[in-house]
């Protein structure tokens, strides 16, 4: 057997390693990118006395590291893969009788120890790259120690990482040592340029490309959150680069073969840009990369119980994940870094990438406990043990399912849900159309959703699935493949299928039934069954339809865009989920008229399927509806009288200079309460038009306690008696109570007027009834401001008495006699 030929950094920790292994069943070896323990720690393991020929299983985060890790080692002993190194994924599995070293994907794994917990015939399991902390690496490490302390206290763990907490996943291990390599990196220059937060990420990086390429030699790795990003600054750059400058995406949907030419070393005499994902941050060498371009961001999902609902979000990276970003410029020789941020802004930056299984949907990983026995996630070893809520509602989902029982025990549905290697909705969606004889195309529709890419990235779900069917790729041959398999298992070995496939949007229901949406009518704007809403590109064909099914959609709430749906008929929706659909009268009320609709309303979830209308039903409901439609309109819109008004002012006003003994009558207040003292008021009554006065006043001084009623005349009057014996109005609307009287009326009045023992504001009339004085103190005006208010009015009203002691002249409503 050939062995490497070139020293790697990581050979001088192996000999700790094997000591480590030797005498304990777990460790963890802590080693820094391009140490080499990748493809060195599993070749050398395979002499270890405690292997005894059994196999290595080699845990990969992604795909494209998979084949990579597989690749290397079996170039390394001289093999194709599939010989001593076997490669185990969802698409493109080489495994043979010779194969000692396994190289899977976490998912792969999950499914390995489920199907077999003792893991027979394996030695060793290695979890690479652990610090990227996927679910499936949290279960897969949870369930291989929990095979190791049941059934294989011979089973070893080692969990690999360059950049995480050795002593902290140690202590989840039983205390198990702690190896570290030193590693080996040149020195990397970093450059900070600031983006301006106003520019398309794409237009910034494309700049930052252009002047590294000027300025420095090498090929350059730029990292972007997603492919829609990488796609959108090839194009920028494709124009603006030399000839001999390549330009090579790097993302999961692509092909192993284009994946293959982004990582391969540029041909002589040119450069390479790979324009990547996070793909690129660990388990992959790209040869002649001295350049590094990070954007700082990242694409992560987020999970909202609530809804149900997992989203992609653009977020910043990592202060861990832009390291590793970082050290690859400096994998084979010095290099330069390029970030697209301040300097001090890498330290705000989050230590570490969140765990996958804080944030995640958590139907899958309790399926899975569920089939190992466990009814409880929380009592295995996690290190970070799921969240409580989540697993409530991954719990409710599975129930609703029926894939778990009341205990939380594995169903016969749930079984036949775990066969498939697809998300509990997805496979959900499977057997229910195996049922309908449509196993095969909902297969094909779970391949398109599961395996990005696959019939392009369109919105349109019945567009993509056609594609698929028709693609001659080997990926999409590959997953045609596997859909097949998957149908043949759901409808038990049957392949009997109509000769047209199923339209992807009942199909689609199937999983999402809480995802079916109804376009709001404007802007490819749409609101789901859960309540959560998303806009489609108005230009879409898809946004003309009246229902379609959500499968995947990105952004905040406030602003969601539908990524991928299809459409579903009325009638569809109807047959679907007719036990589902409740029936009810909804009264609403429109403003438009002031008055009350009732309509008979089938809904499914938050939306609307259909309405017809119907009499308004005379009921307290109603009357509270119509109560609390006109206090929006406005409470100025009610029928109110003279009287009315100012006997809600008398009470508002007693209520600020007495306190809450006094009901508070404010617009703010009423407006609130609106459906509590208006409504007992209304019924009967429909629109507001047919609000009467008395209904409105036998509502409002309802409101008044009948201790207080008495009171209120005393308090708070309604007139006053001046001097002439006239009943002058009080007007209460003011912050203290005005009496308007003429100035004639109040001779030789030598006290203050006052209403209810409390002082009045005088707004002193002329005999036009025009204000000529206001006072406070009408004995100190007398004596002060008469003379001068005299002097001006007695020309301007001759006819008018205007005396000089007008203490000492009678009160009159009248002029003085014509002659006099």
Same mark, same amino acid.
């Given at each position: 057997?050939?062995?490497?030929?070139?020293?790697?950094?990581?050979?001088?920790?192996?000999?700790?390693?094997?000591?480590?292994?030797?005498?304990?069943?777990?460790?963890?070896?802590?080693?820094?990118?391009?140490?080499?323990?990748?493809?060195?720690?599993?070749?050398?393991?395979?002499?270890?006395?405690?292997?005894?020929?059994?196999?290595?299983?080699?845990?990969?985060?992604?795909?494209?590291?998979?084949?990579?890790?597989?690749?290397?080692?079996?170039?390394?002993?001289?093999?194709?893969?599939?010989?001593?190194?076997?490669?185990?994924?969802?698409?493109?599995?080489?495994?043979?009788?010779?194969?000692?070293?396994?190289?899977?994907?976490?998912?792969?794994?999950?499914?390995?120890?489920?199907?077999?917990?003792?893991?027979?015939?394996?030695?060793?399991?290695?979890?690479?790259?652990?610090?990227?902390?996927?679910?499936?690496?949290?279960?897969?490490?949870?369930?291989?120690?929990?095979?190791?302390?049941?059934?294989?206290?011979?089973?070893?763990?080692?969990?690999?990482?360059?950049?995480?907490?050795?002593?902290?996943?140690?202590?989840?291990?039983?205390?198990?040592?702690?190896?570290?390599?030193?590693?080996?990196?040149?020195?990397?220059?970093?450059?900070?340029?600031?983006?301006?937060?106003?520019?398309?990420?794409?237009?910034?990086?494309?700049?930052?490309?252009?002047?590294?390429?000027?300025?420095?030699?090498?090929?350059?790795?730029?990292?972007?959150?997603?492919?829609?990003?990488?796609?959108?600054?090839?194009?920028?750059?494709?124009?603006?680069?030399?000839?001999?400058?390549?330009?090579?995406?790097?993302?999961?949907?692509?092909?192993?073969?284009?994946?293959?030419?982004?990582?391969?070393?540029?041909?002589?005499?040119?450069?390479?840009?790979?324009?990547?994902?996070?793909?690129?941050?660990?388990?992959?060498?790209?040869?002649?990369?001295?350049?590094?371009?990070?954007?700082?961001?990242?694409?992560?999902?987020?999970?909202?119980?609530?809804?149900?609902?997992?989203?992609?979000?653009?977020?910043?990276?990592?202060?861990?994940?832009?390291?590793?970003?970082?050290?690859?410029?400096?994998?084979?020789?010095?290099?330069?870094?390029?970030?697209?941020?301040?300097?001090?802004?890498?330290?705000?930056?989050?230590?570490?990438?969140?765990?996958?299984?804080?944030?995640?949907?958590?139907?899958?990983?309790?399926?899975?406990?569920?089939?190992?026995?466990?009814?409880?996630?929380?009592?295995?070893?996690?290190?970070?043990?799921?969240?409580?809520?989540?697993?409530?509602?991954?719990?409710?989902?599975?129930?609703?399912?029926?894939?778990?029982?009341?205990?939380?025990?594995?169903?016969?549905?749930?079984?036949?849900?775990?066969?498939?290697?697809?998300?509990?909705?997805?496979?959900?969606?499977?057997?229910?159309?195996?049922?309908?004889?449509?196993?095969?195309?909902?297969?094909?529709?779970?391949?398109?959703?599961?395996?990005?890419?696959?019939?392009?990235?369109?919105?349109?779900?019945?567009?993509?699935?056609?594609?698929?069917?028709?693609?001659?790729?080997?990926?999409?041959?590959?997953?045609?493949?596997?859909?097949?398999?998957?149908?043949?298992?759901?409808?038990?070995?049957?392949?009997?299928?109509?000769?047209?496939?199923?339209?992807?949007?009942?199909?689609?229901?199937?999983?999402?039934?809480?995802?079916?949406?109804?376009?709001?009518?404007?802007?490819?704007?749409?609101?789901?069954?859960?309540?959560?809403?998303?806009?489609?590109?108005?230009?879409?064909?898809?946004?003309?339809?009246?229902?379609?099914?959500?499968?995947?959609?990105?952004?905040?709430?406030?602003?969601?865009?539908?990524?991928?749906?299809?459409?579903?008929?009325?009638?569809?929706?109807?047959?679907?989920?007719?036990?589902?659909?409740?029936?009810?009268?909804?009264?609403?009320?429109?403003?438009?008229?002031?008055?009350?609709?009732?309509?008979?309303?089938?809904?499914?979830?938050?939306?609307?399927?259909?309405?017809?209308?119907?009499?308004?039903?005379?009921?307290?409901?109603?009357?509270?509806?119509?109560?609390?439609?006109?206090?929006?309109?406005?409470?100025?819109?009610?029928?109110?009288?003279?009287?009315?008004?100012?006997?809600?002012?008398?009470?508002?006003?007693?209520?600020?200079?007495?306190?809450?003994?006094?009901?508070?009558?404010?617009?703010?207040?009423?407006?609130?309460?609106?459906?509590?003292?208006?409504?007992?008021?209304?019924?009967?009554?429909?629109?507001?038009?047919?609000?009467?006065?008395?209904?409105?006043?036998?509502?409002?001084?309802?409101?008044?306690?009948?201790?207080?009623?008495?009171?209120?005349?005393?308090?708070?009057?309604?007139?006053?008696?001046?001097?002439? &014996?006239?009943?002058?109005?009080?007007?209460? &609307?003011?912050?203290?109570?005005?009496?308007?009287?003429?100035?004639?009326?109040?001779?030789?009045?030598?006290?203050?007027?006052?209403?209810?023992?409390?002082?009045?504001?005088?707004?002193?009339?002329?005999?036009?009834?025009?204000?000529?004085?206001?006072?406070?103190?009408?004995?100190?005006?007398?004596?002060?401001?008469?003379?001068?208010?005299?002097?001006?009015?007695?020309?301007?009203?001759?006819?008018?008495?205007?005396?000089?002691?007008?203490?000492?002249?009678?009160?009159?409503?009248?002029?003085?006699?014509?002659?006099?």
């Amino acid at each position: 057997m050939a062995g490497p030929t070139t020293a790697l950094p990581i050979e001088a920790a192996l000999p700790d390693l094997h000591r480590a292994l030797a005498g304990r069943n777990a460790a963890v070896l802590v080693a820094p990118p391009g140490a080499g323990k990748t493809t060195r720690v599993p070749l050398d393991l395979l002499e270890a006395p405690w292997l005894d020929g059994r196999k290595i299983i080699l845990l990969e985060p992604r795909r494209l590291a998979a084949r990579a890790a597989a690749s290397r080692m079996a170039q390394t002993l001289g093999e194709a893969v599939g010989g001593t190194v076997g490669l185990r994924v969802r698409l493109g599995s080489k495994i043979s009788a010779r194969t000692r070293i396994e190289v899977v994907t976490e998912g792969v794994f999950t499914r390995m120890i489920l199907d077999d917990p003792e893991l027979a015939g394996i030695g060793a399991v290695l979890f690479d790259e652990f610090h990227e902390r996927s679910l499936d690496a949290d279960l897969g490490l949870a369930l291989a120690l929990d095979a190791q302390g049941g059934l294989r206290e011979d089973l070893r763990i080692l969990v690999m990482s360059a950049t995480l907490d050795g002593a902290r996943v140690s202590r989840i291990l039983g205390d198990a040592p702690v190896v570290a390599s030193e590693g080996r990196a040149f020195p990397v220059e970093t450059r900070y340029v600031e983006r301006d937060p106003n520019r398309r990420i794409e237009d910034s990086v494309a700049e930052v490309t252009l002047r590294a390429l000027r300025s420095d030699p090498g090929s350059i790795l730029v990292f972007l959150p997603g492919q829609a990003e990488i796609r959108r600054t090839v194009e920028r750059l494709a124009e603006r680069v030399e000839p001999a400058v390549q330009l090579a995406p790097l993302y999961g949907a692509l092909t192993p073969a284009e994946q293959d030419r982004a990582v391969a070393p540029a041909p002589a005499g040119t450069r390479k840009v790979v324009l990547a994902t996070s793909i690129a941050e660990t388990s992959l060498t790209i040869e002649g990369v001295r350049i590094v371009i990070d954007s700082g961001l990242a694409r992560v999902p987020v999970y909202e119980p609530d809804l149900g609902l997992t989203r992609l979000v653009t977020a910043r990276a990592s202060r861990a994940s832009v390291d590793q970003r970082r050290g690859r410029a400096g994998r084979t020789e010095p290099g330069l870094c390029w970030r697209l941020w301040s300097e001090a802004g890498t330290n705000a930056l989050e230590p570490f990438t969140r765990p996958e299984i804080l944030s995640a949907d958590l139907a899958g990983l309790l399926l899975d406990c569920a089939a190992w026995g466990v009814a409880d996630p929380r009592s295995l070893a996690f290190l970070d043990p799921p969240p409580a809520p989540a697993l409530a509602e991954a719990r409710t989902l599975l129930a609703d399912l029926g894939a778990l029982d009341a205990d939380g025990r594995l169903t016969e549905i749930g079984a036949r849900l775990r066969a498939l290697p697809l998300p509990p909705r997805l496979a959900r969606m499977v057997t229910a159309a195996a049922g309908q004889g449509q196993a095969q195309a909902a297969a094909d529709l779970a391949a398109v959703l599961v395996e990005r890419g696959l019939g392009g990235d369109g919105v349109d779900l019945d567009a993509r699935l056609e594609r698929f069917r028709r693609e001659r790729g080997g990926r999409a041959g590959d997953m045609r493949r596997l859909a097949e398999s998957w149908a043949r298992s759901a409808g038990g070995g049957r392949q009997a299928e109509p000769a047209a496939p199923a339209a992807a949007g009942p199909l689609l229901a199937l999983a999402y039934p809480d995802r079916v949406a109804r376009s709001r009518g404007r802007d490819g704007e749409y609101v789901m069954a859960s309540g959560r809403a998303g806009r489609i590109d108005p230009a879409s064909p898809l946004a003309r339809e009246t229902f379609l099914v959500v499968a995947d959609l990105a952004g905040a709430a406030g602003n969601a865009r539908i990524l991928a749906a299809a459409a579903i008929e009325a009638d569809a929706i109807e047959r679907l989920f007719a036990d589902r659909i409740t029936a009810r009268t909804e009264i609403i009320f429109d403003p438009q008229v002031a008055a009350l609709r009732a309509r008979a309303v089938r809904r499914l979830g938050n939306i609307n399927l259909g309405a017809r209308p119907l009499p308004v039903p005379a009921t307290p409901e109603s009357a509270a509806i119509l109560a609390s439609g006109i206090a929006a309109l406005g409470l100025d819109r009610l029928p109110w009288t003279p009287a009315l008004s100012q006997w809600r002012a008398r009470v508002r006003f007693l209520h600020a200079a007495e306190g809450a003994d006094w009901p508070d009558l404010s617009d703010q207040t009423l407006a609130a309460t609106a459906s509590d003292w208006l409504a007992p008021a209304l019924d009967g009554r429909t629109t507001l038009s047919t609000i009467t006065a008395d209904d409105l006043a036998g509502a409002l001084q309802g409101l008044l306690p009948w201790q207080l009623r008495g009171r209120l005349d005393a308090a708070a009057p309604t007139h006053v008696e001046v001097p002439t &014996g006239s009943r002058v109005p009080v007007d209460y &609307g003011a912050e203290e109570p005005v009496l308007a009287v003429r100035v004639q009326e109040l001779f030789g009045l030598d006290r203050h007027p006052q209403a209810g023992g409390r002082p009045l504001v005088l707004h002193l009339l002329s005999p036009a009834q025009r204000p000529i004085q206001i006072t406070r103190d009408l004995p100190g005006f007398w004596r002060g401001s008469w003379a001068a208010v005299r002097a001006e009015m007695r020309g301007r009203y001759p006819r008018h008495p205007w005396p000089e002691d007008p203490l000492s002249e009678a009160p009159t409503r009248r002029a003085k006699p014509r002659g006099t």
